[in-house]
């Protein structure tokens, strides 16, 4: 790669790192990426691709494995500058998969605090009909009616 694309690819990068549309720091995305992992092997968080993930462990293994496509004894300059390219890029790509992982995991905290909070709410209210909900009238032929009296 001309030192010109490598620049380039890693400005690219550093952009993504760096900025977030979310607001999110890169250790709270970097932090996020075990859970995000965890909750992917549990089966809980469908959104990331095995293909993907299979692929980002691939790229572990590449840059932790002793044996490379480019030998590092021989070329040590180009056996580290694709170790770089391949973590760089595996960087990349867990960053942004970890923030959308971090607002998922937002959107399900929220949804089930709603979720308890309207069980909370209606619990207890078993039998009682409030403004939201209709009731029997006698007469209307087992219509319900709501609290505004249109029939449903």
């Known amino acids: 790669m001309r030192k010109a694309n490598r620049a380039a690819a890693g400005a690219a990068a550093w ?3 760096r900025n977030t549309d979310s607001g999110m720091s890169v ?3 970097a932090g996020a990426v075990p859970r995000m992992i965890g909750a992917k092997v549990r089966g809980r968080y469908p959104e990331l691709g ?3 993930l299979l692929g980002m462990l691939v790229l572990v293994a590449y840059i932790l494995s002793p044996v490379d496509f480019v030998p590092e004894l021989f070329i040590p300059l180009l056996g580290l500058a694709d170790d770089v390219a391949v973590a ?3 960087t990349t790509m867990a960053l942004g998969e970890s923030e959308r992982f971090v607002l998922w995991e937002r959107q399900n905290q929220t949804q089930q605090a709603f979720q ?3 069980r909370a709410d209606g619990h207890g209210m078993h039998g009682r009909t ?3 909900q209709g009731h029997d009238v006698p007469g209307a032929g087992g219509h319900r009616t709501s609290a505004d009296g249109t029939r449903r």
């Open 27 to 29: 250790w709270q995305r």
């Open 88 to 90: 760089v890029w595996l």
């Open 130 to 132: 409030g403004p939201d």
């Open 116 to 118: 308890e909070a309207n």
């Open 15 to 17: 952009q993504v790192v």
């Open 50 to 52: 095995t293909g993907k």
